[in-house]
């Protein structure tokens, strides 16, 4: 996308430090111990860093190859420049973050990811996800795709928990959700 690629550094400034201490609590109880935890779309890595120092094993990918190259200098080596549909992996996750990523897909491609991000979780993992919300497709005020979606998108999945939440210095509404898979 090239918005990310023309703001990285602005990008990973304004983010870098942002309080997730609400979403790490909803994801957080349902992981194991020094789980396995992939990070998809990380952008400043903050959330990938914040894991890693409760003790998880932390991978990510992020379509923009800026970021990987800032998560790399942070130490995080396990991170690979690739779209959430595109990327292929071996490996299972016993949890998987996706943090105000896959809300640059098209509603026609959601489906698809979230399909495709729980087939990569061990048996009992968890996916994060949020999403801001409403009801729109198109290009945002900085000409990124944006989706926002009702919180009825997620009914058909078997969602464990699920919050919303305000971004105070924005106001912008979230919906969050951990889906589990059995």
Not at 59 to 79: C, M, N, Q, Y
Not at 80 to 99: N, P, R
Request: glycine share 8%; hydrophobic share 40%.
């Amino acid at each position: 996308m090239s918005y990310y690629a023309e703001h990285a550094e602005e990008y990973i400034a304004s983010t870098l430090h942002a309080d997730l201490s609400e979403c790490y609590a909803m994801f957080e109880p349902y992981l194991p111990h020094n789980g396995r935890i992939l990070d998809v779309g990380f952008g400043s890595a903050r959330d990938m860093l914040y894991f890693k120092s409760k003790g998880y094993e932390v991978h990510g990918i992020d379509a923009e190859p800026k970021f990987v190259d800032h998560a790399r200098t942070l130490g995080l080596e396990s991170v690979e420049a690739v779209d959430v549909l595109q990327y292929a992996s071996t490996m299972k996750f016993d949890g998987i973050w996706a943090c105000a990523s896959l809300l640059h897909l098209p509603l026609n491609k959601l489906d698809e990811a979230i399909k495709k991000l729980l087939s990569m979780l061990n048996k009992g993992g968890a996916l994060f996800v949020s999403m801001k919300e409403g009801s729109f497709e198109g290009l945002d005020e900085k000409g990124r795709p944006m989706l926002k979606i009702s919180e009825h998108y997620f009914d058909p999945y078997p969602v464990i928990a699920s919050k919303r939440t305000i971004e105070k210095d924005r106001g912008i509404a979230w919906i969050n959700v951990v889906i589990q898979v059995d």
